[in-house]
T-cell receptor, first 115, second 117 residues
């Protein structure tokens, strides 16, 4: 059974600081995703990482993937209040028959950024 | 235009009732999904449906059944509702599932908050 573990699950930080969220997964994955969810809202795709060493950046967020270590990180640089949200990493694995069984999510990191 | 739309947004019902949640996507995607998010915000895949092929998470009770009248719709039917079914249900869709080199980003609906009393 595929397992995805995120840490920390809760993070309170001050504006202007840097921090990293970690995502470990238990088996070889074809693709790794980061999603953002605001309270009471839907999930918004942030990054898709397809290969070992992949790095994607958008604004103050940067995601990376190490498939050998089965580890992805989401780094926040100079945090601002607007980045407060819950961040999920997720992986999916293609069945040999070609279909996919959907995403397996981590438990999410609830991030609060205080002024 | 909303890419993935779900109705209703809120659903309050009594134990034992049967209810449905509708989902439509206008993205032209081939694959649709249902996820359940519980009170602790944990998200779990329930079903994926692609070209008439249904893949079911084995932990989903058979009281839950997806119905797809066409490629753009995947509705969720729930029979004999139980208290533990209370959650937020998200529909999603994606393209390029069979191409492992593709991004296969899943686009999520706004969610349906189901409360069983």
């Amino acid at each position: 059974e595929l397992k995805v573990e995120q840490n920390p699950l809760f993070l309170s930080m001050q504006e202007g600081k840097n921090y990293t969220i970690y995502c470990n997964y238990s088996t070889t994955s074809d693709r790794l995703y980061w999603y953002r969810q605001d309270p009471g809202k839907s999930l918004e795709s942030l990054f898709v990482l397809l290969s070992n060493g992949a790095v994607k950046q958008e604004g103050r967020l940067m995601a990376s993937l190490d498939t050998k270590a089965r580890l992805s990180t989401l780094h926040i640089t100079a945090a601002v209040h607007d980045l407060s949200a819950t961040y999920f990493c997720a992986v999916d694995i293609l069945y040999s028959g070609g279909g996919a069984d959907g995403l397996t999510f981590g438990k999410g990191t609830h991030l609060i950024i205080q002024p | 235009d909303t890419a993935v739309s779900q109705t209703p947004k809120y659903l309050v019902t009594q134990m034992g009732n049967d209810k449905s949640i509708k989902c439509e996507q206008n993205l032209g995607h081939d694959t649709m999904y249902w996820y359940k998010q519980d009170s602790k915000k944990f998200l779990k895949i329930m079903f994926s449906y692609n070209n008439k092929e249904l893949i079911i998470n084995e932990t989903v009770p058979n009281r839950f059944s997806p119905k797809s009248p066409d490629k753009a719709h995947l509705n969720l039917h729930i029979n004999s509702l139980e208290l533990g079914d209370s959650a937020v249900y998200f529909c999603a869709s994606s393209q390029d599932v069979r191409d492992y080199r593709a991004k296969n980003i899943q686009y999520f609906g706004a969610g349906t908050r189901l409360s069983v009393l």
